[in-house]
């Protein structure tokens, strides 16, 4: 394992909102992480390395039910807004859950992220825009 818990907590720290995400991706993808999935319902991140190998957050806030229904068009909506700064982390989170979004994977070899719902299917796939 190249990279720690710490060290993305230190680099995520610099995220104020969805403006400052494509350099957050370029400080982790530099420590080693190849892709990442994050969950919803409790905030737990799942960092993984080249090899498969991973380091996780755990629990970030009280867990939140996730949405039967995928409203994936008002989810777009949520979601630009959040991109151009105008929500916070928690706030998309929980437009996520409202919106029947489990969680996302980012790859950041393919600077994809891909929204998936309670059945694990892919309902949005977005390119990540690189510095």
């Known amino acids: 394992m190249k990279f720690t ?3 993305i907590k230190t680099a995520h720290q610099k995220v104020k909102s969805g ?3 494509p350099q957050y991706i370029k ?8 892709y990442y999935t994050s969950y919803v319902a409790d905030g737990n991140t799942a960092y993984f390395d080249t090899e498969n190998e991973s380091v996780s957050t755990g ?3 009280d867990t939140r039910v996730i949405s039967q229904n995928t409203d994936i068009e008002n989810f ?14 928690l706030t998309f989170c929980k437009d996520c859950a409202d919106n029947g979004i489990e969680g996302w994977k980012m790859d950041l070899n393919a600077m994809t992220c891909t929204y998936f719902d309670k ?5 949005l796939i977005e390119q990540v825009p690189s510095l």
């Open 5 to 7: 818990i710490e060290q």
């Open 19 to 21: 403006e400052d995400f």
């Open 27 to 34: 400080d982790i993808k530099k420590l080693g992480v190849s």
């Open 59 to 61: 629990s970030k806030y």
């Open 76 to 89: 777009k909506t949520r979601l630009q807004l959040h991109q151009q700064g105008g929500t916070d982390y």
């Open 119 to 123: 059945e694990g299917n892919e309902v």
